[in-house]
């Protein structure tokens, strides 16, 4: 009895045996293949996959046809060996990944790779959301002759809103539009674009979802959220916050009807482009100029649990920012202060007070050759351009000889400076004091922050030039900070 049961795991242990070692034969992910033959008599050298009738997306976006074999099927990003990496394919019918050479394209660095991992896993939760969507669709029409209460849309998938706005994305009536068509993110995915006065819109992953932000600058740590004037000011049922607990019912086995107290798949928010540049030291009065939609097109959520809070695994998504058209809402901001002024019965702001002129000429400008003469709001700046602690001061001159616009600095009440001749200076639209560690500002190209004894005073030119001028070296000097025009 013993031997029969011996004899018989002998044979399965030959038959494992076997069977590995036809598994492993074969060549390995990146070398060379042709398929020969066709149907059931199609081979390959493979061991695992030929490539030599499948095209692949490479990260350029060519489609090519490698004729290499893949590595092993199954893969998720990051969990190929090393030299290879795992490409999702975006077949319409069914949802496939392999391991695949990182030469496969050619050369690439890691980010790179990492980066084309990411793509092809979105694309093809992407190509999956839409074939889901179309049976959905087909499962429709096939029960199109049931009441409108029998059929039931999944909110997880792209939903049909009754009540919904017809959504647009257009300059209009004196404001511009930003437009952003069919996004996919995967969870922990962050997602940026610039627009506008070198805003930032962007997606920012947190906990169940993600935050929607627009920035007042790229690529700073001290950015201002320009849409943090959104409604309501607390709690987690703000627009901004696109998290996957809000489409799940209380228990979270299924879809928030109602009881869930928080927006759905359009989202209404609003910016303010007057907290540009202020650091976050100043709120906002009332409702922002800004408007933008972001809709769902469509998403993926984890598994109902009960306790549990559902998060977003994937979206798609589609938005729009518009805003009052930059040369007409100066006009209008503009036109609003003086008209205020005049209600209350001030003086102009722009106008210097005899005690300014005098001021200025106890520091050692002369009024003869300088006229004290602003455009632009305030009209004083009060600044520690030199570090020594003492209160400096910042008025905008004409020089009478030739009508040359500029600045004019005191330091400490007994040091004065003139600085003109650039049409930064002279054609600036806007300008404010700065600290000296808030810099670099992370715009394109920008050179390395300087080393400056104080803070530093901007001169901005509205989406043409910026300039910081410092104090270093017992002088006040300039750095470009960028420059999108020639004067």
């Given at each position: 009895m013993s031997f029969l049961i011996l004899h018989k795991a002998y044979k399965v242990f030959l038959w494992i045996a076997c069977a590995a070692f036809l598994f492993s034969c074969g060549d390995s992910a990146g070398e060379a293949c042709q398929i020969a033959g066709s149907g059931f008599h199609a081979s390959d050298p493979c061991r695992h996959k030929c490539l030599s009738r499948w095209k692949i997306t490479c990260p350029d976006g060519q489609r090519v046809q490698p004729n290499q074999c893949t590595g092993t099927f199954d893969c998720a990003p990051g969990s190929c060996p090393s030299g290879q990496v795992c490409y999702h394919d975006n077949d319409p019918f069914e949802d496939r990944s392999f391991c695949v050479a990182d030469r496969i394209c050619g050369p690439a660095d890691t980010e790179t790779l990492k980066r084309w991992e990411m793509q092809t896993k979105a694309r093809q939760v992407q190509v999956r959301l839409e074939r889901e969507e179309k049976r959905r669709l087909r499962s429709e029409l096939k029960s199109v002759s049931a009441s409108a209460a029998?059929?039931?849309?999944?909110?997880?998938?792209?939903?049909?809103?009754?009540?919904?706005?017809?959504?647009?994305?257009?300059?209009?009536?004196g404001r511009q539009s930003f437009h952003v068509s069919n996004q996919t993110l995967l969870s922990g995915q962050s997602w940026q674009t610039e627009f506008g006065n070198r805003w930032v819109f962007?997606?920012?992953?947190?906990?169940?979802?993600?935050?929607?932000?627009?920035?007042?600058?790229?690529?700073?740590?001290?950015?201002?959220?320009?849409?943090?004037?959104?409604?309501?000011?607390?709690?987690?049922?703000?627009?901004?916050?696109l998290l996957g607990w809000h489409f799940r019912s209380l228990d979270n086995l299924g879809p928030n009807k109602g009881e869930v107290n928080a927006p759905q798949h359009l989202r209404l928010f609003e910016f303010e482009p007057e907290l540009s540049g202020t650091g976050g030291l100043r709120e906002a009065v009332?409702?922002?100029?800004?408007?933008?939609?972001?809709?769902?097109?469509?998403?993926?959520?984890?598994?109902?649990?009960?306790?549990?809070?559902?998060s977003i695994e994937s979206v798609s998504f589609s938005a729009c920012l518009t805003w009052p058209d930059v040369g007409q809402y100066i006009q209008d901001r503009w036109a609003d202060a003086v008209r205020a002024s005049r209600e209350v019965g001030w003086q102009n702001e722009l106008t210097y007070e005899p005690a300014d002129?005098?001021?200025?000429?106890?520091c050692g400008i002369d009024t003869a050759e300088f006229e004290l003469n602003a455009l632009v709001l305030p009209r004083l700046l009060t600044i520690d351009l030199n570090g020594d602690g003492k209160e400096d001061r910042v008025a905008q001159v004409v020089r009478r000889s030739d009508r040359q616009r500029g600045l004019v600095f005191c330091l400490g009440g007994a040091e004065g400076h003139w600085v003109g001749d650039d049409i930064a200076v002279s054609a600036m639209e806007a300008w404010r004091a700065a600290d000296q560690k808030e810099g670099p500002f992370g715009y394109v190209d920008e050179p390395p922050w300087p080393q400056m004894s104080g803070d530093a005073l901007l001169v901005e030119r509205l989406e043409k030039s910026l300039l910081a001028i410092y104090w270093h070296g017992q002088r006040l000097k300039r750095h470009t900070i960028y420059r999108m025009v020639e004067p």
């Open positions: 029998d059929v039931e849309i999944s909110s997880e998938s792209r939903p049909e809103m009754k009540d919904e706005p017809k959504l647009h994305c257009s300059d209009i009536d962007e997606l920012d992953p947190v906990a169940h979802g993600w935050h929607v932000r627009v920035l007042d600058r790229p690529g700073s740590r001290n950015a201002v959220d320009l849409a943090a004037v959104t409604p309501p000011l607390h709690g987690m049922n703000n627009p901004r916050f009332g409702s922002g100029s800004g408007r933008g939609w972001l809709r769902v097109e469509a998403l993926e959520l984890t598994p109902p649990r009960v306790g549990d809070r559902a002129a005098q001021y200025f000429s106890a």
